[in-house]
T-cell receptor, first 113, second 117 residues
């Protein structure tokens, strides 16, 4: 079954404690991306990757890091989380071609206290 | 750059009412257009898509027609159900774009639809 898997689904952490949210896809997609979803702001892109070792900033990259060492994995790293990073996070992947659809993970609800 | 504009809502309707959610776009190239749906507590999933002008995408009773002349892709359903309550995102994919994030994939802000029994 084609899917994007994020972990964990829910996470409560304290300010400054480094955390990683994992994302894995099984469709051999070239493109992967992280979004955060906040009320009234819709989906905002954090970082994206066009292939292994190729990443670039999205609209709201501050406070986040990513890496793409393997095609299927695209972890999101918060080195020093702050309360303004409390949000719902989604990972997505898609293949090449303008007709291809994006596949989304189930989301990670992060709370930073 | 590319952009997608849609009504944000919330849109509240009674069961069996007719639904229209407007979506307009700007794109530098010739995009494909998508509607995604997000049910409570879940990620986004593709609802329907259209890849060229005058194409009609359809799924689960929803329809949208790619209108190049008006740069629109409005979502419609003839008779909504309580189970259609969700957030709906209009999106475009534009391979020729140099902006808009990875490969020109751009989302609207989402429309929260509430259907009352």
């Amino acid at each position: 079954e084609a899917q994007v898997t994020q972990n964990p689904r829910y996470l409560i952490t304290v300010t400054g404690k480094k955390l990683t949210v994992t994302c894995s896809q099984n469709m051999n997609h070239e493109y992967m991306s992280w979004y955060r979803q906040d009320p009234g702001l819709g989906l905002r892109q954090i970082y994206y990757s066009m292939n292994v070792e190729v990443t670039d900033k999205g609209d709201v990259p501050e406070g986040y890091k990513v890496s793409r060492k393997e095609k299927r994995n695209f972890p999101l790293i918060l080195e020093s989380p702050s309360p303004n990073q409390t949000s719902l996070y989604f990972c997505a992947s898609w293949g090449q071609g303008r007709r291809t659809e994006a596949f989304f993970g189930q989301g990670t609800r992060l709370t930073v206290v | 750059g590319n952009s997608v504009t849609q009504m944000e809502g919330p849109v509240t309707l009674s069961e069996e009412a007719f639904l229209t959610i407007n979506c307009t776009y700007t794109a530098t190239g010739y995009p494909s257009l998508f509607w995604y749906v997000q049910y409570p507590g879940e990620g986004l999933q593709l609802l329907l898509k259209a890849t060229k002008a005058d194409d009609k995408g359809s799924n689960k009773g929803f329809e949208a027609t790619y209108r190049k002349e008006t740069t629109s892709f409005h979502l419609e359903k003839g008779s909504v159900q309580v189970s259609d309550s969700a957030v709906y995102f209009c999106a475009l994919s534009d391979l020729t774009s140099t902006g808009g994030g990875a490969d020109g994939l751009t989302f609207g802000k989402g429309t929260h639809l509430i259907i009352q029994p």
